[in-house]
């Protein structure tokens, strides 16, 4: 007979739940998400300074950007912005080159080297001179750390710019705009920027005119800016009366010739001559006077002087001479003096001179000489000129001879112009040893810093003067041509060849 046994009834309500559960299915549980470390592909750029921005390329950056840890060789740069695909950072300024890394909560990638470029310095003005003056004055600027390519100088004048003319690393030399105004001067570089001190504008009624070649033809130049002539092959003399500019020299007809503000004038010649040129000219109240010669065939000149475009036959030769040329011109009251050069048909050129048409010889013909300019000062008629083959060098004050002392005669020494000041002080410019000086009183001055020898051009053409300011028009070499103003140099722009001056 079996025995069955009855089970409490709470155990029974156990074992019925156990088994309905375990009749059930099973589902899967789920596993957590593994963050992935983040990855560097590129950056860029991969050098430059401190504090420059740099764009590190990748993946699994965090969106938030303080929370990506961006260092440049161990030291934390800034992260400006972040995606999960870049970020951008500045570069530490206690970085040093090496690699880049970027380490996440997920862990730390590694990036190729970010290479530290040392800065430039920036440029400094330690001062400028002059401090004051008219538009067009040339102003020197002297620092540090300038740019020796004068486009890569920046220079203004209390915000107007202006043109630099030459630069060196620790001097430029610039001209005060025209329209600037009184204010610091700041020089810029890819490098920085610089304040100096203030420069102050002043009223100037000088006006500086240069005639002689420029890049697209023959003219003048009025403080700075170009005039050019038309029908004209050569400007040799500027004179300025009133508001009317006068040039002399030679038309494209081969021809002496004259222009008052900008009109052509031809000038006669001597029967049978064909060619000549207007070296000198010179206006005395309605009247305008022109030295030079005329030649036949490019030879036999003969010594010219027209006024108001008529030859004058007042300028008589001596002796066996039948040729020669003028260079000068000066007229006061009723006397007309005229400089230049003579010679006997076979013989050396002399220095002379004439008053009203009346000769006087300055030197002997035993060696080559030419006059080569002339200025009246008061009854005083000083000639400048060169005598070829000479231990000793000259200009001429009513006919004695003045030295013009050098160092050492190893060379011509050529005196181009001459020129005497309110104060009586004379001047006169030139060349000695290819270089070009000046003298005053007959002491050399130097006018570049340019040394002998090589291939080196250059020379001072012609003077000129205006209160106590003495300007010098020639030729620097490495530099242009232009003019100096009390030693400064100003480069005309686009001049090719200077040979005349005037300040008024």
Sequence with gaps: ???????????????????????????????????????????????????????????????????????????????????????????????????????????????????????????????????????STVVTITG?????????????????????????????????????????????????????????????????????????????????????LTNCLDARSIFVSGTDVYVSGTDNSYSPAYWKNGVHNSLPMSPTHNSGSGMSIFVSGPDVYVAGFDVINGALSRPMCWKNGVALTTVTMTGADTLGGLNGVSVSGSD??????????????????????????LTDGSSVAIGTGSYLNGSDIYVSGYIEGVT???????????????????????????????????????????????WKNGTMYDLTTTSPGGLVSEAAFSVAGSGTDIYIAGLYSGKGAGYWKNGVFTVLPGAQSVACIFVK
């Design 1 to 135: 007979m079996k025995k069955y046994f009855l089970l409490p009834a709470w155990l029974l309500t156990a074992c019925i739940s156990l088994m309905m559960g375990c009749s059930k299915s099973s589902s899967p549980i789920p596993l957590p998400l593994i963050p992935l470390k983040p990855t560097i592909a590129s950056i860029s750029p991969a050098t430059g300074p401190a504090n420059t921005s740099v764009t590190i390329t990748g993946a699994n950056f965090d969106l938030t950007a303080s929370s990506n840890t961006v260092k440049f060789n161990g030291t934390a740069g800034t992260v400006t912005s972040a995606s999960a695909t870049s970020l951008v950072v500045t570069a530490p300024a206690g970085g040093s080159s090496g690699a880049v890394t970027v380490a996440t909560s997920s862990g730390t990638a590694t990036g190729p080297n970010f290479t530290y470029l040392v800065a430039a310095p920036p440029p400094t003005i330690t001062s400028i001179s002059p401090i004051s003056g008219p538009a």
């Design 336 to 361: 007309v003096y005229v400089a230049g050069y003579v010679s006997p048909y076979s013989g050396n050129q002399k220095v002379a001179y004439w008053k009203n048409g009346s000769e006087v010889l």
């Design 144 to 228: 540090t750390n300038f740019k020796t390519v004068i486009t890569d100088d920046t220079v203004k004048f209390n915000g107007t710019a202006a043109t630099v003319q030459t630069a060196t690393a620790t001097v430029l030399t610039v001209v005060a705009p025209t329209g600037g105004s009184t204010g610091t001067v700041t020089v810029t570089t890819s490098d920085g920027k610089a304040t100096g001190a203030t420069y102050t504008y002043t009223s100037s009624t000088t006006s500086v005119y240069v005639c002689g070649s420029y890049i697209t033809g023959l003219g003048y130049w009025k403080d700075g800016v170009f005039n050019a």
């Design 392 to 438: 000793q060098a000259y200009y001429w004050k009513n006919g004695t001879p003045l030295a013009l002392n050098t160092p050492v005669i190893t060379g011509t020494c050529y005196g181009r112009s001459v020129f005497v000041s309110g104060a009586g002080d004379a001047y006169v410019v030139g060349e000695y040893q290819g270089l070009a000086k000046y």
